[in-house]
């Protein structure tokens, strides 16, 4: 025991005194931070400061793995300094210990100064679980550390040790997700990424930091890495070598590969399971979720009281709220580290609402049979309806409970679609003039543009064809339904996913509806409807930033919703576009 | 028990093909200053680093104050002192913090500041190991060796590649260590170093001793002969009485005899000078060095 404190406090005070040590693990992180900080516009949003403090930690957990333990050993073994020792009377296992632990204390300070730095600088918040973070990176920095001494233990020279720590060192840094982001890499490359240790050392702090999960719910990560620095240790005790003259033979590198086992099992899970991609997506999501917008000079249609509307003003969006509203001139949005949505001349709605649809029909005909392709199906509209701003559906429950499956999957942010609700509209609530209208042969909602562009070309011809086979009739006139919350059915033969939200708006409108009134139907009361009063359906602080934004004023004239610039899903500004990929 | 506190018996170390060490025997007995004399590569730190536990042996018996390097090697480890030929400390450590470490990591280790007082590193304490000199690193080195105060220390080519001046101060801390009765192994290839240091002196070349004695055993062994030289102020008439045969330098002022025991002859020929009535101008007694002794056993020069 003697003989481990006084290594480990001889090996601290060398580490303390080695400029390379302070480059390493504070200036070249912290050139990384303020850079990226500053690039990725960290504080504007709290993702990506989550991003950058993981990267500038990962940098950091490497380097002084490979670094700091793996190349430093192998540099005392080459200077005879570690010759030296073998003459006392101590066993490998002190100096290995030692070189774990000072690896440890020397960057704990380090994961304490990001953090402040993060908070001073940029504003994010302590995180939740600050200890489990520590433990998390503590695990990574141990574990990497014995990476590092394995290398040393199986490389001849400096020269070698270069090699295989460049090797290690560049595709750990690159596909952990901590440098560029792991879902827009191909999928092999993912799924290769799901090897390496710092994958899921990544993993594990964006869960902490960003999702605010605990240790526990990542112990599996947890438990790799720890394995990791237990197997690294007894590997380098077996492996250890005191002097440059010992050559160990070609053979004996393999053991490099014994200490990613732990890696290796999880990976090959990973491959069969497909676990992480879906992690991945998520924490993708929980970060774009977190940004901080401000919507500047908009009209704002709030959907409080009676549907009053702002004509100037300006919305902060903060961590998937709404943080704030400002009427008349807006406020500076660098002061408020917020990103700009140059809103001038555009209205802001809550993102509209359709209180009856049947998800599980494809709207075009007969609901397809094969349950992975239905839920694929489904899976599109919930994408569709998003793109037409329908940002929340509620929708019968089908006998697969696929339905069930995708709330959750959009809930968790696995995937991009419209919020599911589920459960039965009340049969008096309202009616859907839409349906009457193509019950009377009037296929209008197949013309209209955002028709043609969420609709399959394939399904876009079945439905003119079904259209076809059902021309008007005569004196069939929809009569003037009692406002009540927006209803579409769409599912139903002749009514495709999304789009028909709005088609349903201007028959209201022409049936002498005021458009106030509408959009209240399509927001509030549709809200109110569907059990999510004041979450949903409002602009007003507290409420979901669930909003969509259109070119001019609907108010004025109702088919300008269908002009839509832009849609914020849970503070989430929609990649509309890829909405309607087809996904693999 | 013996009383040796190194016993070597057949000892071969075999690196390959190559044969390092070629059956060697040898005790050094407790308090003995025991010199092992021999060109580079004559497999001296072979033996040594085997003593110390460092390198397995081939075959062969060692016991080191009764363990085997090879079986017992912490407790060989523990009880012995050993400065290495070639070996650094970390460039930013301190004088003090290399021999506090190295203090913590033995069982018994005595006090580090008596230490560096005895040893005159006092004033250096509080330096980087890379700003010293090459003589107070070697006296930080047997620093380091003595820190657990040990029965026996193993001194591996102690002076070499260090100035005439700082040798000597090297030479006077052995001598130091000589007089508290350590056992100390040796290894040198400095003539003066062994025959001023050492009781007991093997040459060792090609892996194996050829000779072994004290370093005045050797040279008689060898050569048998003292020379006695004697200049005096006038040349010389006479001849010396039985058994001395001189040999005359051509002016007869200077006469060389060897002799088997100089003392004596010494007193002989002083007291013919006087009955002689020649004034005595200078006297020497030469004996063979080990340099003549290593020449002579192995044709060749102990340094090229």
């Known amino acids: ?584 | 028990m013996s009383a040796a506190a190194i016993s070597v018996a057949g000892l071969t170390k075999s690196y390959g093909d190559f044969q390092a060490v070629r059956g060697i025997d040898f005790e050094v007995a407790q308090g003995e200053v025991f010199g092992l004399l021999g060109p580079n590569g004559a497999g001296k730190t072979t033996t040594v680093e085997i003593l110390e536990g460092l390198r397995p042996r081939t075959s062969g018996d060692v016991k080191v104050l009764g363990f085997d390097p090879a079986a017992d090697t912490l407790a060989v480890k523990e009880r012995i002192g050993v400065s290495l030929q070639s070996t650094r400390l970390p460039e930013k450590m301190k004088v003090h913090e290399a021999v506090e470490l190295f203090a913590a990591l033995y069982a018994k280790s005595v006090e580090p500041n008596a230490l560096l007082k005895r040893l005159q590193l006092w004033d250096k304490r509080a330096a980087f190991y890379s700003t010293l000199s090459g003589g107070q690193k070697q006296r930080l080195a047997i620093a380091l060796a003595l820190v657990n105060d040990p029965q026996v220390v193993f001194l591996d080519e102690p002076s070499t590649g260090l100035d005439p001046q700082v040798r000597l101060e090297i030479h006077s801390l052995i001598e130091e260590m000589r007089d508290q009765k350590r056992t100390i192994l040796l290894t040198t290839h400095y003539i003066e170093e062994a025959e001023r240091l050492c009781h007991r002196v093997a040459i060792v070349d090609e892996g194996k001793i050829i000779a072994i004695g004290s370093p005045r055993e050797l040279q008689q062994r060898v050569l048998g002969h003292a020379r006695v030289e004697i200049t005096t102020v006038e040349p010389l008439d006479g001849v010396p009485p039985e058994p001395y045969t001189p040999a005359f330098s051509a002016d007869r002022r200077h006469m060389t005899v060897s002799v088997e025991k100089p003392a004596r002859a010494v007193v002989d020929l002083v007291k013919w000078l006087d009955s002689q009535g020649a004034e005595l101008d200078d006297l020497h007694i030469k004996r063979p060095t080990l340099e003549d002794v290593f020449l002579e056993l192995t044709g060749k020069k102990l340094r090229d």
Not at chain 1, 249 to 256: F, N, S, T
Not at chain 1, 314 to 319: I, M, P, Q, T
Not at chain 1, 352 to 374: H, W
Not at chain 1, 387 to 410: F, N, W
């Open chain 1, 1 to 584: 025991m003697k003989a481990y404190l006084a290594y480990i406090k001889s090996t601290l005070q060398l580490t303390i005194r080695d400029r390379l040590v302070l480059f390493f693990n504070y200036l070249m992180p912290l050139v990384f931070f303020i850079a990226f900080g500053e690039g990725f516009g960290a504080s504007t949003s709290t993702g990506a400061m989550a991003q950058v403090v993981t990267m500038v930690l990962m940098l950091g957990v490497l380097g002084t793995g490979f670094f700091g333990g793996g190349m430093r050993a192998t540099a005392e073994r080459e200077a005879g300094i570690l010759r030296r020792f073998k003459v006392a009377p101590i066993t490998p296992a002190p100096i290995l210990v030692g070189s774990l632990f000072t690896g440890w204390i020397v960057f704990l300070p380090t994961v304490i100064f990001f953090l402040v730095i993060a908070r001073l600088r940029y504003g994010m918040p302590v995180p939740e679980h600050s200890l489990s973070l520590l433990v998390m990176v503590s695990a990574g920095v141990l574990a990497f550390r014995g990476i590092g001494l394995i290398i040393a233990s199986v490389v001849n020279s400096m020269a070698e040790s270069q090699v295989v720590i460049q090797l290690l060192y560049l595709p750990m840094l690159m596909l952990s997700g901590a440098t560029i982001p792991l879902n827009i890499l191909p999928d092999w490359l993912q799924s290769v990424a799901q090897f390496l240790p710092s994958t899921h050392l990544y993993m594990g702090m964006q869960n902490i930091l960003v999702r605010e999960q605990s240790l526990a719910q990542n112990w599996v990560p947890l438990c790799a890495l720890v394995a990791t620095m237990l197997i690294a240790l007894l590997l380098s005790v077996k492996l250890f070598r005191w002097e440059k003259g010992d050559v160990l033979k070609p053979g004996a590198k393999l053991w490099l590969l014994g200490v990613l086992a732990p890696f290796v099992a999880i990976g090959m899970y990973q491959t069969y399971s497909k676990d992480n991609l879906k992690e991945t997506q998520i924490l993708a999501r929980q970060m774009r979720r977190g940004q901080t917008w401000l919507i500047k000079d908009a009209r704002i249609f709030t959907g409080t009281g009676d549907g009053r509307v702002i004509e100037r003003g300006s919305v902060l969006v903060k961590g998937g709220r709404i943080e704030a509203i400002f009427e008349g001139s807006a406020p500076d949005a660098k002061s408020l580290k917020a990103e700009t949505l140059e809103a001038s001349g555009k209205t802001v709605l809550p993102g509209l609402i359709d209180t009856n649809v049947n998800l599980f029909l494809p709207g075009t005909g007969a609901p397809d049979p094969d349950g992975v392709r239905q839920t694929r199906a489904m899976q599109r509209a919930l994408g569709a309806y998003l793109y037409c701003g329908v940002t929340a559906i509620r929708t019968t429950p089908d006998p697969m409970k696929i339905a069930k499956e995708l709330q959750r999957r959009v809930g968790a942010g696995e995937m991009a679609g419209a919020e599911v609700i589920l459960g039965e509209a009340p049969p008096q609530g309202s009616r859907s003039l839409v349906l009457l209208d193509s019950v009377a042969g009037n296929h209008d909602l197949l013309k209209d543009t955002l028709t043609q562009q969420v609709v399959k070309p394939a399904a876009l011809e079945k439905l003119r064809a079904w259209a076809a086979t059902h021309p008007p009739k005569s004196g069939a006139t929809p009569q003037l339904p009692p406002p009540g919350p927006m209803m579409t059915l769409s599912g139903l033969p002749g009514l495709p996913h999304g789009p028909a939200i709005h088609r349903e708006m201007k028959l209201r409108v022409a049936a002498g509806a005021k458009p106030k009134d509408v959009l209240l139907d399509a927001t509030a009361r549709a809200a109110q409807a569907i059990g999510a009063s004041g979450r949903l359906g409002v602009i007003q602080p507290g409420a979901e930033a669930t909003l969509l934004i259109v070119e001019g004023n609907p108010l004025e004239d109702i088919t300008v919703t269908e002009r839509i610039w832009n849609v914020l899903f849970k503070g989430e500004r929609v990649r509309r576009d890829d909405l309607l990929e087809e996904k693999k």
